[in-house]
């Protein structure tokens, strides 16, 4: 099993639509980056979270603590939304290795 | 606008060469880490560096070698390219304080 998983692998949406990626993850990984990755290869970081939510434009990302998952929400997506999303979660400890997930391919259609 | 830069974006090179993937931040992060990842892949860690003088391996088995002799500086080398070795690999710092990474664009290797 691995330590970070999400899901869907693939999601296709309308513009407009309210779009949820979910992330799960195992014991000893103390805080969870999101990540935005365009098909240029370049990553940028959206979230860390802890505990929480945060919001940041027309994304939400959402962590529960007890139950060791997160959610990445889009708020009236639009098609330049179209990424790859990463759930990552940074490993405690002296290191703070992130773990990554596979990724989520979001393609918006206009 | 970029902090973390790296270069070269895309290279294509023929086995048995020697190259190095440059990596450069202006941030003044201690820590920098180099992932590789495979198309559709997940990103793993192959280098990390926690300062100056200071290098470790990461979690997945890379034959490249990195060195951190200057804070903001962390190249990457492989000493002779195999069509292995084809992959994007990324670049990462953060500071101390700062809980979030940033990245660079990354490096698209072709060995050929």
């Known amino acids: 099993k691995n330590e970070v998983e999400q899901s869907p692998q693939n999601l296709t949406a309308q513009e407009g639509e309210f779009i949820t990626i979910n992330c799960s993850y195992s014991?000893?990984?103390?805080?969870l980056h999101w990540l935005q990755q365009h098909p240029g290869g370049g990553i940028v970081s959206l979230f860390m979270?802890?505990?929480g939510k945060k919001k940041h434009g027309r994304l939400i990302a959402t962590i529960n603590i007890q139950e060791k998952h997160s959610s990445l929400h889009i708020t009236a997506s639009h098609p330049r939304d179209s990424a790859v999303y990463i759930c990552a979660g940074r490993k405690g400890g002296a290191t703070n290795k992130l773990i990554f997930g596979t990724g989520t391919l979001l393609a918006v259609q206009p | 606008e970029a902090d973390i830069y790296q270069t070269p974006r895309y290279l294509v090179i023929g086995t048995g060469k020697k190259i190095t993937l440059e990596c450069s931040q202006t941030?003044?992060?201690?820590?920098m880490y180099w992932y590789q990842q495979d198309p559709g892949m997940e990103l793993h860690l192959i280098h990390y560096s926690y300062g100056v003088n200071s290098t470790e391996k990461g979690d997945l088995s890379s034959e490249s070698t990195v060195s951190r002799i200057r804070t903001e500086h962390f190249p990457l080398t492989l000493e002779s390219a195999r069509p292995s070795h084809t992959s994007q690999y990324l670049c990462?710092?953060?500071?101390?304080?700062?809980?979030?990474?940033?990245f660079g664009s990354g490096t698209r290797l072709t060995v050929v």
């Open positions: 941030m003044g992060h201690d820590k």
């Open positions: 014991v000893g990984i103390s805080a």
């Open positions: 990462a710092s953060r500071s101390r304080d700062f809980d979030g990474y940033t």
């Open positions: 979270l802890s505990s």
